[in-house]
T-cell receptor
Framework: AQSVTQLGSHVSVSEGALVLLRCNYS??????LFWYVQYPNQGLQLLLK??????LVKGINGFEAEFKKSETSFHLTKPSAHMSDAAEYFC???????????FGPGTRLSVLP | NAGVMQNPRHLVRRRGQEARLRCSPM?????VYWYRQLPEEGLKFMVY????????ESGMPKERFSAEFPKEGPSILRIQQVVRGDSAAYFC??????????????FGSGTRLTVV
């Protein structure tokens, strides 16, 4: 079975600073990994996904994530935070067969002026 | 190409009433998933449906909750005799029939249910 942990339920960064949101997963099979963003009172939007191709994945809005098998991690980064990045971010894992699609608890990102 | 449409956006029900949440998947998508998001918590899987078929309902509470995805029309999540603890945001996602996980689910904007 798959599971996801996200270290830090709330992260605050200054505008222009590096964004790092942590995601670690547990999976008994090679995982598919996803990051979703949720803006206030909206649904989830897919930021990026890893599906066993390149380990460094680039997504929308300048975000990227790197799959590190040895660390069982899929951390999300952005070089320079923008005020519009303030949102809730969810990491998710699935097995390649589509079973057990599991979300992490989420990390709320605040961007300070 | 419209995305996943959920309605209503907000729903208020008194304890004991029924709540019906509707989800129309994206065009061409035949797989529908329902998730519940409780305050300050992540999304919890509830049920996975294809047309006229429940594939996985392992996340559905055993009582009062049911879901369907008929041949025609939207998917419906039905909650009977609602209680305060049912207050949450309910999200629907859809995916195409092929390579659905690699595609990544497309989510609707959710229905926020408040039980008073």
């Amino acid at each position: 079975a798959q599971s996801v942990t996200q270290l830090g339920s709330h992260v605050s960064v200054s505008e222009g600073a590096l964004v790092l949101l942590r995601c670690n997963y547990s999976s008994s099979v090679p995982p598919y990994l996803f990051w979703y963003v949720q803006y206030p009172n909206q649904g989830l939007q897919l930021l990026l996904k890893y599906t066993s191709a390149a380990t460094l994945v680039k997504g929308i809005n300048g975000f990227e994530a790197e799959f590190k098998k040895s660390e069982t991690s899929f951390h999300l980064t952005k070089p320079s935070a923008h005020m519009s990045d303030a949102a809730e971010y969810f990491c998710a894992v699935s097995d390649p067969g589509g079973q057990n699609f599991v979300f992490g608890p989420g990390t709320r990102l605040s961007v300070l002026p | 190409n419209a995305g996943v449409m959920q309605n209503p956006r907000h729903l208020v029900r008194r304890r004991g009433q029924e709540a019906r949440l509707r989800c129309s998947p994206m065009k061409g998508h035949s797989h529908v998933y329902w998730y519940r998001q409780l305050p300050e918590e992540g999304l919890k899987f509830m049920v996975y449906l294809q047309k006229e078929n429940i594939i996985d309902e392992s996340g559905m509470p055993k009582e009062r909750f049911s879901a369907e995805f008929p041949k025609e029309g939207p998917s419906i999540l039905r909650i009977q005799q609602v209680v305060r603890g049912d207050s949450a945001a309910y999200f629907c996602a859809s995916s195409p029939p092929s390579d659905r996980v690699a595609y990544g689910y497309t989510f609707g904007s959710g229905t926020r249910l408040t039980v008073v």
